[in-house]
């Protein structure tokens, strides 16, 4: 089994940068493909970042939709099996609740084939 915690959200003005931070346990995250998912209020949950088992020496490919690619960044942290997100110049779309999940093997973008689950984290963008 497989534990995710996410920290780091809070309120922001248009433009500031915020971290979240994605603590695995019972499994090393790198062993792991991960993502992370928001939801607004009233919208489906949608993917804004993933990251694939590490693969040899290297951390995984990174993949972004195109509403985020260039402000977001996915890592990951081995020492402390963390996963984070970086968001830079956030906008108030950037909104909702956050979330990371995880599975065994292969990156997709449905949150439906996810099978770990954190309990989310609130981002809100305003002036």
């Known amino acids: 089994q497989v534990q995710l915690v996410e920290s780091g959200g809070g309120l922001v003005q248009p433009g500031a940068s915020l971290r979240l931070s994605c603590a695995a346990s019972?499994?090393?995250?790198?062993?792991?493909?991960m993502a992370w998912f928001r939801q607004a209020p009233g919208k489906e949950r949608e993917y804004v970042a993933a990251?694939?088992?590490?693969?040899?020496?290297?951390?995984?490919?990174?993949y972004y939709p195109d509403s985020v690619k260039g402000r977001f960044t996915i890592s990951r942290d081995y020492a402390k099996n963390t996963v984070y997100l970086q968001m830079n110049s956030l906008k108030p779309e950037d909104t909702g609740v956050y979330y990371c999940?995880?599975?065994?093997?292969?990156?997709?973008?449905?949150?439906?084939?996810?099978?770990?689950w954190g309990q989310g984290t609130q981002v809100t963008v305003s002036s």
């Open positions: 999940a995880g599975r065994p093997v292969g990156v997709v973008f449905n949150p439906g084939r996810y099978d770990w």
């Open positions: 019972g499994r090393a995250s790198g062993n792991l493909a």
């Open positions: 990251i694939s088992q590490s693969l040899g020496w290297t951390s995984g490919n990174t």
